[in-house]
Structure formats: structure tokens, C-alpha cells
């Protein structure tokens, strides 16, 4: 289903008389991020479009509320904020980025690893707690001001969001993809000649990363060769 027949549809379940008119748009809200569906029930206790969405497909609500969507969002986030990220993906996952949170009275959490190494181990892995360990570590890349890993993340984050097999991802892989390079766009790097420019990823670049390139296999080519397809 579309969004309007998927607005259609989900109205008329709580409301026989409902149209696309008393609140047009909504779903195509919901597509976008232009707005988030409520959770909870409301104030008079009708159930939520998250709760009547998972009586019909079950295990939808998991996903909405999967810290993949926060990180991926371009909310500002602080070091605090990702800490609390780690730490709430699988085990397998988690224990390569952060130490142990059952130690009390911890300073340093962080795990000093190569992080370099670490985003291409994290690529191939086929899981989305994988994707979402990339879109932190590419955030925590940019409070530090660590531009080259911030891009050897980017490049990362593709291959593994085409590693993830889960049907309910590949299903969205188109908007993801959209998302993705949307988030890449926005970004501007420093020049690499000492130069005070600073200018985005060529599009065709970026496209690209799909293919399973690196930002770097471009960094010491001239111009030019950024229309390389």
C-alpha cells in the first residue's frame, strides 16, 4: 500500500467516516520524518497509530523505536547521547566499541581500538545494530573533528546497509538509501590542499558508494576524475 491507502486504511479502522481530508498528508509525514506517529494512547485512551499498526504487522513497533532512526536523524548529538547508543546494541556488537558497564566508577568507556579497522570489520557484518554502531561512530567522528574517518565511516555505512538481509529492511532500502545520501549531501569536508575551502561530495561520488567504493579511492585523483562511474 501506498501512503494514502495506508492513511485510508488505518483511519477508517478508527473511524468508519474518516478521508484523507480531515488530515492530509499524514502518512506521507510519516515517510518523509517531517513528523514522528505517536507511541502512547492518547489522552482519552484511544490506541495509538504505532499500537494499531502492530495488531496488523507485528514486530513494526521494534523497528520505529530502533536507535537506527535517532542516529540517523540530524539531530545534534552529544558523547553522552552515543554512549547511551552503544550501549543499548547486542552484546557481539557493543563489546567492540564500549567496555563493560557493570564496572563501577569507569572514566574512560570508550575502547581504545582502531577505529579504521573497526568500521570495515562492523561493514560486513548483516545486522542492523552493525548499521547503527556506523551512523555513531561516524557522529563521534565529527565531535572529534576526525574528517578522514568521518569518510571512511560514510563508505562503511553503505556497504553495510547492502550486507543487511532482514526482509523488513530491504524493503525499505530505497528510502534508506535516500536518507543516507540526503545526510552524505549535507556534509561539507575541508579542501585536501590547505586551502579554505570547503565544499560537499560530488553526487556522482556518492552514488558511487553503493557500489561498493571508498571517499578514499577518489581523495588522491584529480577533479576530474570525481565523474568516475
Not at 114 to 143: G, Q, S, Y
Not at 147 to 161: A, E, N, T, V, W
Request: charged share 30%; with cysteine.
Amino acid at each position: 500500500m501506498n501512503e494514502i491507502e495506508l492513511e485510508v486504511f488505518f483511519g477508517k479502522e478508527r473511524n468508519r467516516d474518516y478521508s484523507t481530508a480531515n488530515r492530509p498528508g499524514l502518512w506521507k509525514k510519516y515517510k518523509t520524518g517531517l513528523i514522528c506517529p505517536k507511541y502512547q494512547p492518547d489522552a482519552l485512551g484511544n490506541i495509538s497509530i504505532v499500537q494499531l499498526v502492530e495488531k496488523y504487522f507485528p514486530k513494526t513497533a521494534t523497528w520505529m523505536s530502533h536507535p537506527f532512526w535517532d542516529v540517523l536523524s540530524f539531530r545534534e548529538m552529544d558523547l553522552d547521547e552515543l554512549k547511551v547508543i552503544f550501549y543499548s546494541l547486542k552484546q557481539e556488537i557493543r563489546e567492540q566499541i564500549v567496555y563493560d558497564s557493570r564496572v563501577k566508577g569507569r572514566m574512560f568507556w570508550r575502547r581504545d581500538v582502531d577505529n579504521e579497522d573497526l568500521f570495515v570489520h562492523l561493514a560486513v557484518i548483516d545486522d542492523i545494530d552493525a548499521a547503527t554502531a556506523l551512523l555513531a561512530l561516524i557522529r563521534e567522528a565529527e565531535i572529534r573533528q576526525d574528517q578522514y574517518l568521518h569518510k571512511h565511516g560514510l563508505s562503511c555505512l553503505c556497504i553495510c546497509i547492502n550486507t543487511i538481509s532482514d526482509p523488513v529492511i530491504v524493503a525499505l532500502k530505497p528510502q534508506i538509501q535516500k536518507l543516507i545520501e540526503d545526510k552524505i549531501s549535507y556534509y561539507k569536508y575541508n579542501a585536501l590542499d590547505g586551502s579554505n575551502r570547503c565544499e560537499p561530495l560530488p553526487k556522482k561520488v556518492i552514488r558511487s558508494l553503493w557500489r561498493g567504493y571508498y571517499i578514499a579511492d577518489f581523495v588522491d585523483e584529480d577533479e576530474d576524475e570525481y565523474s568516475r562511474s
